[in-house]
């Protein structure tokens, strides 16, 4: 038996317990994942047989996407969040290295009070109150940019990203610089090239944060053709009468497909774009994290 490849009965042991515990917390996690998708594909007829719960349908009807679809008000919602989430990432990262950037120079004059001003708005805040006043004061009230411009930089985020740039090897940086490269030409030749790890998980933070925010939606827009999908998902969930209004642009839907469905298809439809490109940025994040994280 080789070296180090022996494990006690106790360690076996252990190692099943540590397996169970995983599969019952994944199956915990996919689960209500699992019953949304099977709900939103039920027929009305096989809910009602089954008292509502479905594991497994024995037929599939897509009328309640169908429905959604065929009423502007999912689509245009979509239309928004698509907007909001792809304009504010990239504005995201833009000011983001923009303000990590400079201050991960440690000759910038006052760099030490600037990040001491930073870090002081992680821990205190004027409140709602102020914030929709500057708002309203810039004119951003019924405006998709209400919802990209108040948080057009994270403090957290920020210094994630400077800690990142500090750890980048500085000799690169000399050598540019040597070569007659200004301190623009090293950010965008030489720094961030080379953080694309950093960018790719900070762009996964801002752009899951932009699909998944309502409460900017409620507190900022009255216009409900200016709603992003998550503040139709909640008015959908809240009141029965907007899910009956969207199932109402086809009669027949009505004899297919319940409410509840209609529920479920919308949740499908809001989640499904983050869970499609998540896969592809996974590689970087734990990368980005590690390598970006805040030194004591």
Not at 49 to 73: K, M, R
Not at 77 to 98: H, R
Not at 257 to 266: C, F, G, R, S, Y
């Amino acid at each position: 038996m080789a070296v180090g490849t022996y494990r006690s009965r106790a360690d076996r042991i252990i190692d099943a317990v540590l397996y169970a515990a995983l599969a019952v917390f994944s199956l915990a996690a996919l689960f209500p994942l699992y019953y949304v998708a099977v709900s939103s594909i039920t027929p009305l007829k096989e809910l009602l047989q089954q008292g509502g719960f479905v594991l497994w349908p024995t037929s599939v009807t897509f009328e309640a996407y169908g429905s959604i679809f065929d009423s502007p008000v999912v689509p245009q919602a979509l239309k928004i969040s698509v907007f909001v989430t792809v304009v504010g990432t990239a504005l995201n990262l833009t000011m983001t290295t923009l303000v990590a950037y400079p201050l991960s120079r440690k000759p910038m004059p006052g760099r030490s009070a600037f990040i001491v001003a930073i870090v002081f708005t992680m821990l205190f805040s004027g409140g709602l109150i102020p914030l929709y006043l500057v708002v309203h004061a810039l004119g951003l009230i019924n405006t998709v940019w209400a919802l990209i411009i108040p948080g057009l930089v994270s403090s957290f985020n920020m210094l994630i990203m400077k800690t990142y740039f500090e750890n980048l090897p500085a000799e690169i940086e000399e050598a540019a610089i040597v070569d007659g490269c200004g301190d623009v030409q090293v950010l965008w030749r030489i720094v961030i090239p080379l953080s694309l790890p950093i960018m790719a998980t900070l762009g996964l933070f801002y752009g899951v944060g932009h699909w998944n925010a309502y409460f900017a939606g409620i507190m900022y827009i009255n216009d409900r053709s200016l709603y992003p999908i998550q503040v139709v998902l909640r008015n959908l969930i809240q009141s029965p009468s907007v899910s009956q209004d969207l199932m109402m642009q086809n009669a027949e839907t009505l004899q297919l497909v319940a409410p509840e469905t209609v529920k479920m298809a919308t949740v499908v439809v809001a989640t499904l774009p983050v869970l499609v490109v998540y896969p592809f940025l996974q590689k970087f994040f734990m990368k980005g994290m590690l390598l970006g994280s805040i030194k004591g």
